[in-house]
């Protein structure tokens, strides 16, 4: 059993909106720096957002979403969630979450793709006419 799973992907128009939610299961949100990835065909794999462990409460945008997306958690809930508005056709790509335990006073753009340690297996997000 995965500990993410992403949900929420779909078609949808330019200048739609979509809401993704990463729920997770046998791990403990609050202690983990949340990061929402997306990957094109034929691309790298990009970082698009992140959120930081309960206590450190960093928030952070790649520079193409930022005032598009907006990044929340529920650790009760187990869920991160990434709300995407105003979508454009260049956000069209598989989406993934990824979990890393935070460590103190890092802000959560710091930590690269790399140093994610668990990851869901993406949603597809495709924004056409």
């Known amino acids: 059993q995965l500990p993410l799973v992403e949900s929420g992907g779909g078609l949808v128009q330019p200048g739609g909106s979509l809401r993704l939610s990463c729920a997770a299961s046998?791990?403990?949100?609050?202690?983990?720096?949340i990061g929402w990835f997306h990957q094109a065909p034929g691309k790298e794999r990009e970082k698009v957002s992140c959120i930081g462990s309960a206590s450190v409460r960093s928030t952070g945008y790649a520079d193409s979403v930022k005032g598009r997306f907006t990044i929340s958690r529920d650790n009760a809930q187990k869920t991160v969630y990434l709300q995407m508005n105003s979508l454009k056709p260049e956000d069209t790509a598989v989406y993934y979450c990824?979990?890393?335990?935070?460590?103190?006073?890092?802000?959560?753009?710091?930590?690269?793709?790399?140093?994610?340690?668990?990851w869901g297996p993406g949603t597809q997000v495709t924004v056409s006419s």
């Open positions: 046998g791990l403990t949100l609050d202690s983990y720096v």
């Open positions: 990824a979990a890393e335990v935070q460590s103190v006073q890092r802000i959560c753009f710091d930590y690269e793709t790399w140093e994610y340690d668990f």
